[in-house]
């Protein structure tokens, strides 16, 4: 049955589902994985794909940007559409030494800025963490590569203004990198029952002076962090 913002039936969304935040790399990696990929949405310009990859069944669905956002999209996905887990496949902002540019993060954790999860636990700081059966098979199709880093990240709902000691304080406590969806996504999936990842390529670097990917290159250097994805979603 439809929702207000996904218009597709029941039966129409794989088990798993990819879901990187820009509708643009939605579609082009469901070009890239599967040849037989079907629209099944479109509401808003939001487009999700349903195919298979090596005979499994996969869906990718665009998330937009931010938390309550992807909140929408993953509640629909979990509760209307017997969705079972949902991979983010993104960037982030690196926050530690230890990961470069073009590194890729296996996020085992989500820190949270924001109140999106605190009612899940009354007077209680909820953690919000991957599933470590999709960590697991993300680190194992790795094969031990250099640039994959499993660590935590910090989930935000604010893109500008953050102070520099607040990055500098996430680096310490071995804080990978800064996004803003995956600590909704990991308590929506506890809330629910599901299990949910975010693989991440660093695109900038907030405490290291570096150069930044371009526009372009974020919606085409993430080859690394797909195949994790895959991976991971179809374990």
Known sequence: MATPHINAEKGDFAPAVLM?????????????????????SDVRGIKAFTGTVDGKPLSIMASGMGQPTLGIYVTELFTEFDVQRVIRV???????????IGDVVIANG??????????????????????HNLVQAAYDAAEGAENVVVAPVISRDRFYNVPPEVNEAAARVG??????EAGALYGL???????ALAVLTVSDHMTVKSEDMT??????NFQGALKLAVAAALS
Not at 175 to 180: D, R
Request: proline share 5%; hydrophobic share 35%; with cysteine.
């Open 110 to 131: 989500a820190h949270y800025e924001g109140i999106i999860n605190t009612h899940l636990i009354p007077e209680t700081h909820f953690s919000a963490v991957a599933s």
């Open 175 to 180: 804080t990978a990198g800064a996004e803003m």
């Open 215 to 220: 526009a372009e290159e974020r919606e085409t």
């Open 90 to 100: 993104g960037t982030c902002g690196g926050l530690s030494e230890k990961v470069k």
């Open 189 to 195: 999936a506890a809330l629910h029952g599901k299990e």
């Open 20 to 40: 990187p935040g820009d509708p643009k790399r939605a579609e082009r990696m469901a070009e890239m994985l599967m040849p037989d990929a079907k629209i099944v």
